[in-house]
């Protein structure tokens, strides 16, 4: 028998690119119309700072040679990715991210003909207005100062192909939130598991739950990241509200079920989504003391010692309708 050539049925991995390219747009086209949700107050983006760090790969088979003899003569210098970001930056006349990195990686396309695939992701910067002092005595948000949110923060990926006919195609697109550090002090619990020789978990019924969340979606229609059509487009802060909101109602049995309802919400609320992912980390405190003299309710928790659990889960629209919560 013949032995098979190497890469017979797949491609090689190829592709190059620039990571951590910070842009900070001001008066980028404020976010508005989007659908309301019970579980939020938020109404859309003002985007007086449209904040990203920006991770852009580049594909095509012309690069080959750059690789295999050294040539550079069909390479756009990493530096040059950089710059391009920055200068369409201020050609933007979108409202999210989702928007940019699509005009950013049609840009490309037009711009170079031996480009075949373009990946594109970023890591939203949050910046918060502060309150200041009003006339009338109380606080109003200022016009100019911000403060950068450290925690929790929004993302995006997009995969865009050249197409035979010189036109391009999403190959993929999710956007998320990452970094959201949820605790509730009561009202979970962990209990009915396996117990065996290798159990010392003690069963919790009352148990303070603290997870790190990463929740991200995708549309039926990716076209729809882009907010062009606001009412279509799925806001971070809204799922982040959602999860919170249906973190305090459940009294959950576990992280599993926890991500299980918070996902059944998002599907409900925004229909034009096809599949939502999370992946949580469990980080409940460790209990110093069950009962302190000067309080009722109060107790001493510490941070837990890794190693940590985590739950990956992905759930689809067919999900509603089914189990509990
Ligand atoms: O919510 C939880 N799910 C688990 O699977 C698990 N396992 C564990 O030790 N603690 C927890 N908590």
Known sequence: ???????????????????????????????KGIKQIPESAFFGRKNTILGMDIRIALKGEAFLPSFTTGDNSLVIATDSMKNFILYHAGE??????????????????????????????GRQLPFIEVDVPAEDGGFKPSATVFRQRQLEYPVALLEMARTED??????????????????????????GYIKDEFTTLPEAFDRPLFIYLTIRWRYK?????????????????????IAQTVFAEENS???????????????????????????????????????????????????????????VFSMT????GTGEG
């Open 221 to 241: 229609n990716g076209k729809d990241a882009r907010g062009k059509y606001p009412v279509n487009y799925v806001c971070a802060e809204q799922v982040v509200h």
């Open 166 to 191: 010189d036109d391009y195609e999403i190959v993929e697109q999710s956007s998320g939130i990452e970094g959201l550090h949820l605790v509730k002090v009561r009202g979970s619990s962990f209990h």
């Open 92 to 121: 933007y006349e979108g409202a999210t991210m989702e928007g940019f990195l699509e005009y950013v990686s049609k840009e490309f396309f037009k711009q170079y003909a031996h480009v075949q695939g373009v990946v594109i992701s």
């Open 253 to 311: 049995p576990s992280i599993q079920h926890l991500v299980y309802t918070i996902g059944k919400r998002i599907l409900d609320r925004f229909p034009q989504l096809t599949e939502v992912m999370f992946e949580s980390n469990n980080r409940t405190w460790e209990t110093v003391l069950d009962e302190i003299p000067s309080s009722l309710e109060g107790k001493v928790f510490t941070d837990p010692q890794p190693p940590y659990g985590f739950q």
């Open 1 to 31: 028998m013949k032995t098979k050539p190497l890469r017979e049925t797949t491609t090689r991995t190829m592709y190059y690119g620039k990571g951590d390219v910070f842009v900070y747009r001001t008066y980028a086209k404020p976010l």
């Open 317 to 320: 629209p067919e999900d509603l």
